[in-house]
């Protein structure tokens, strides 16, 4: 196979959706009901009685489609008493038809994957991107548990032809037992906690399981958890308006909220005694469980990792190299290469094909490393707070010498607010993050301005244009807005203005500048996005010199009928030289993509972008 056509998409023979198919389609009739997970658990009965049929189904909103429902199925949870149920045709010639389509061939891939018995479980991680998590093979990395996972995204093109973008990832979650006391602190810290049941049985294995305990995905929020004590034995747990201590508890029989069997508790703890009870609030309602839970684990979040070499270890795992992705996007290519689809599709099997629109390229490209003055890291916050704007050589990047700072809030800021603010962007304190130690460079707060009805915007477009007119050629005016947690008409005339006047404003949600524990990650990232709307990069290429190479960023936000993207451009020595941000109707989305993308290589072959002249040639091959 020719490497430089080697991509992360694999395409199907012939034009499959050019002709509309029919699918079942169950509109619910009283839209308040049921909720989400209600619909979900209607989706898992089908799944879960009718394993063995040849049938999609998938739901978006509360419309549920499917390919094929029996009526044994239908029967037993009452379908066509909740929904309107009709047959509609869908083919790829309309934009809306081809969405649904896409969940179409995300749940096809699906049931093919669940045929092969390997505990795939996969989830629709918004809109038409899915995941694939395998529950075998674990592999423990410190306080981490990895295992084997992918995403895919279904592509439907106009003429009815579809491909699937495969983008093979590593999945993490925390290894942490609150039945040890020193993790038991970490719960301060975690934003989610993943309950799992401690009853070893068949429904841990099953893809197709209607039990929540069994997923070690389903996620409880901290509200959740009832109480945490260091001391269990002391600990009592009230089940039928009687409470009872951990020993009489471990006791008592229950009932598996699944199979109804009927066991003694303390047979399934297998260390010590548990010492937490998880809790579901359902309707304002508390609901139990039923028993305790042998083991609660944390979502993952690097913010629990303390130990700095056990996170170099885990960002050295997520990071695959292009060979191992490129092997392992092999070995699941090979497991979708035949679907087993009742439209008959079947992958080509001569050779992969290369399109204009991809994810990521798996190819044998350089190896290229992220570097700022000889320092690698994962993550630009981390390159920019080491270095500073400089580039590999050490030569100073900067364009301005002194930075001003105007705050504008929509909201009420309390004194701690306003101080950690202005220390964030004023201090030199050795150690302390903020703008003159991150940037190396003078800052200022100039002024700090509270906007609360249309009267006073008027008069501070007036300020902020002022500001603006006395700025020298080294200075550099930014804006600071604390939004409130809902937008409204006044942040948005506040924004179009910052635009429109090239005034480099940045956003921050007034309930993350009040969040204490992750503040520091939050301002992190706000200097982030300063530093790159001052026309900076924050990182640079490990390229030769020599040869000078385009990078061109991308970046695209889907709406309910609408895009937004945009177009970064500068070189590989990190400086900024252009770009350009649209927001569209999606039906014109590709045209305009391409179009922007045809005019960037019409200037680079003209060499204006590069600034090398005439006298160099410019390669043809654009990466």
């Given at each position: 196979m020719n490497s430089n056509k080697s991509t992360n998409i694999i395409p199907?023979?012939?034009?499959?959706?050019n002709n509309p198919i029919e699918l079942n389609v169950y509109e619910i009739k009283d839209k308040e009901s049921l909720n989400y997970p209600e619909i979900g658990f209607i989706i898992k009965q089908f799944r879960k009685f009718d394993s063995n049929r040849k049938k999609i189904i998938f739901h978006r909103g509360k419309t549920i489609y499917s390919s094929d429902i029996i009526d044994d199925s239908s029967s037993k949870i009452k379908l066509n008493e909740v929904y309107n149920h009709s047959l509609k045709d869908f083919s790829s010639k309309s934009e809306e038809d081809r969405f649904i389509l896409k969940l179409y061939i995300g749940e096809l891939v699906a049931f093919n994957l669940r045929k092969f018995r390997e505990n795939w479980r996969i989830s629709n991680r918004g809109n038409t991107v899915f995941q694939a998590l395998r529950n075998e093979n674990w592999e423990l990395i410190?306080?981490?548990?990895?295992?084997?996972?992918?995403?895919y995204e279904p592509i439907i093109f106009e003429d009815g032809s579809f491909s699937l973008i495969i983008e093979p990832k590593h999945r993490l979650f925390m290894n942490y037992t609150l039945r040890i006391e020193d993790f038991q602190n970490k719960l301060a810290k975690a934003s989610h906690i993943i309950d799992y049941c401690p009853i070893e049985?068949?429904?841990?294995?099953?893809?197709?399981?209607?039990?929540?305990?069994?997923?070690?995905?389903?996620?409880?929020?901290?509200?959740?958890?009832?109480?945490?004590?260091?001391?269990?034995?002391?600990?009592?747990?009230?089940?039928?308006?009687?409470?009872?201590?951990?020993?009489?508890?471990?006791?008592?029989?229950?009932?598996?909220?699944?199979?109804?069997?009927?066991?003694r508790l303390g047979d399934f703890l297998k260390d010590i005694e548990?010492?937490?009870?998880?809790?579901?609030?359902?309707?304002?309602?508390?609901?139990?469980?039923?028993?305790?839970?042998?083991?609660?684990?944390?979502?993952?979040?690097?913010?629990?990792?303390?130990?700095?070499?056990?996170?170099?270890?885990?960002?050295?795992?997520?990071?695959?190299t292009p060979s191992k992705k490129w092997n392992r996007f092999l070995t699941i290519s090979d497991k979708l290469k035949n679907l087993i689809d009742p439209l008959g599709n079947k992958v080509r099997d001569d050779k992969f094909l290369e399109f204009k629109l991809r994810k990521t390229l798996f190819n044998q490209l350089e190896d290229t490393s992220f570097l700022l003055h000889k320092r690698k890291s994962s993550f630009p916050q981390s390159r920019l707070r080491y270095t500073g704007p400089y580039d590999r050589n050490g030569e100073n990047k900067r364009k301005f010498e002194r930075i001003k700072f105007i705050v504008i809030s929509f909201n009420d800021l309390n004194e701690n607010m306003k101080k950690n603010l202005k220390f964030r962007l004023t201090s030199t304190r050795t150690n302390y993050l903020s703008v003159p130690n991150l940037f190396h460079i003078e800052s200022e707060l100039i002024s700090s301005i509270k906007c609360d009805n249309k009267a006073k915007i008027t008069n501070i477009f007036k300020i902020i244009k002022e500001k603006k007119e006395e700025l020298t050629k080294t200075e550099a005016l930014c804006i600071i807005a604390i939004y409130p947690v809902k937008t409204s008409e006044l942040v948005d005339s506040f924004k179009e203005f910052?635009?429109?006047n090239d005034i480099p404003c940045q956003g921050l949600n007034i309930y993350r500048l009040s969040d204490k524990l992750h503040n520091h990650s939050t301002m992190i990232n706000v200097f982030l996005g300063l530093y790159v709307k001052l026309r900076g990069i924050p990182w640079i290429i490990n390229t030769n010199t020599i040869e000078e190479k385009l990078i061109i960023g991308f970046h695209k936000m889907f709406y309910e009928t609408d895009v937004?993207?945009?177009?970064?451009?500068?070189?590989?020595?990190?400086?900024?030289?252009?770009?350009?941000?649209?927001?569209?109707?999606?039906s014109d989305f590709i045209e305009e993509l391409q179009k922007d993308l045809n005019e960037i290589n019409e200037e680079i072959q003209n060499c204006i972008f590069l600034g090398l002249g005439n006298q160099n040639k410019v390669k043809d091959t654009i990466l």
């Open positions: 199907y023979e012939g034009n499959s959706f410190g306080d981490a548990i990895s295992c084997e996972a992918f995403e049985c068949i429904e841990k294995t099953d893809p197709y399981t209607l039990c929540k305990l069994s997923n070690p995905e389903y996620l409880c929020s901290k509200k959740d958890i009832k109480q945490v004590n260091k001391k269990p034995t002391n600990y009592l747990i009230t089940k039928d308006g009687k409470d009872y201590n951990i020993k009489e508890y471990s006791n008592l029989d229950i009932i598996c909220p699944r199979t109804d069997k009927r066991q548990p010492i937490i009870e998880v809790k579901r609030f359902l309707n304002d309602e508390i609901k139990s469980y039923g028993y305790p839970l042998e083991r609660l684990r944390f979502s993952f979040d690097f913010r629990l990792i303390e130990d700095v070499d056990q996170r170099r270890k885990l960002n050295s795992h997520l990071r695959l910052c635009i429109i937004g993207y945009c177009l970064s451009y500068y070189n590989s020595r990190g400086i900024y030289i252009n770009g350009k941000a649209k927001f569209i109707p999606k």
